[in-house]
């Protein structure tokens, strides 16, 4: 496993401000001197140096985990007719990052690679390989650093079971990217991986920092030439990674609102687009929420407080966005109910 601390480089940044005051003529001149410096970040990436991929014609099942020992916990994958053995990358730096990709491949033996799906009737030996990558919901309880029961720095059993889990899905050209038979293939922004926590001692990965990555595809079940071992391909996978600055806002952070009255809220994303919104309350008692029909960015707050209660309540409301870039945030507002 490799831990790739990426330096951001940034252009020189080079200005003058001047500024006019109106002062008594007897005045002594006066001046501030600001000195602005660069501060070069550290982005940290725990990424697997090798991996192991299966070219499985007819789907067979195939255990990702073949080195656990107990039989129970072993996961298989099924119908797959190429199979990538468990692989994770782990951000371990402060900050959420954009994952870019670029694959170059070799064929070996008679297989050649194919920039289109085969057919039922094609008989050339080929395969159709693209790499897809997503997030996972593991975190820092997923995390290892024992020697050979670990991958990307994260548990192999636990790993393997979250492959399993990832659905087998065809090609999509907005989120995977399909190797060339001739040249390097290159897509950016395939994922974001959130931020680890890095107030302790050692960075602990949260839900969102651990990527899944495979390489799937189809290739032609009975070529003219049966398949053999030696048959195959090579490819080589560069990350690259740069800070992804998506920011969720909530149109109030604190409301006051009177008896039976209320409110509206408003979140917004700044750097990927909200797919969807769940808005709740820590006390419907207090207060309710309800998201708008005809727009989910939107919802209702009402004052649940009844006039006769002793006291003015106080609730939380969320709204929980679930955004493109495969990653959520949350944004609160604080609400007080007059009574």
């Known amino acids: 496993m490799k831990n790739f601390k990426n330096r951001v480089l940034s252009g020189a940044l080079a200005g003058a401000l001047a500024v006019t005051m109106a002062v008594p003529a007897f005045a002594a001149a006066n001046s501030t001197e600001i000195t602005a410096t660069y501060e070069e970040p550290t982005i940290s990436v725990v990424v697997p140096q090798s991996g192991t991929a299966m070219i499985n014609p007819y789907g067979m099942p195939v255990v990702l985990n073949p080195n656990e020992t107990t039989a129970a916990n072993k996961v298989s994958v099924v119908g797959a007719q190429i199979v990538t053995m468990p692989l994770a990358i782990t951000n371990s730096s402060e900050v959420d990052l954009k994952v870019s990709a670029t694959v170059t491949a070799e064929a070996t033996g008679d297989l050649r690679i194919a920039t289109s799906k085969p057919s039922s009737s094609d008989t050339t030996k080929s395969a159709y390989v693209y790499l897809q990558m997503t997030n996972s919901e593991l975190d820092d309880s997923a995390q290892s650093s024992t020697a050979g029961s670990n991958i990307g720095g994260v548990d192999t059993t636990k790993l393997a079971t979250a492959i399993a889990a990832w659905d087998q899905r065809a090609y999509t050209s907005s989120t995977d990217l399909l190797l060339s038979g001739t040249a390097a293939a290159t897509k950016n922004d395939m ?13 602990k990965a949260q839900v969102g920092s651990i990527g899944l990555f495979r390489l799937a595809g189809q290739v032609v079940t009975s070529p003219r030439d049966a398949w053999a071992e030696t048959d195959g ?55 309710t929420v309800e998201a708008s029909a005809t727009d989910k960015n939107k919802a209702t707050v009402t ?35 007059k009574k």
Not at 191 to 203: E, I, M, R, Y
Not at 303 to 316: F, H, I, L, Q, Y
Not at 317 to 323: H, V
């Open 191 to 203: 994922l974001v991986l959130k931020a680890s926590d890095t107030s302790g001692s050692a960075p």
């Open 233 to 287: 391909f090579n490819a080589t996978v560069a990350f690259s990674f740069r800070p992804d600055l998506t920011t969720a806002t909530i149109s109030d952070s604190a409301l006051e609102i009177a008896n039976a009255g209320n409110a509206e809220l408003t979140v917004s994303l700044e750097g990927a687009t909200i797919v969807d919104v769940e808005w709740t309350s820590d006390d419907d008692g207090i207060a």
């Open 303 to 337: 004052n649940k407080v009844a006039s006769t209660a002793a006291s003015d309540g106080e609730a939380v409301i969320t709204a929980k966005i679930t955004a493109s870039n495969g990653l959520t945030y949350a944004v609160t507002c604080n609400v007080t109910c």
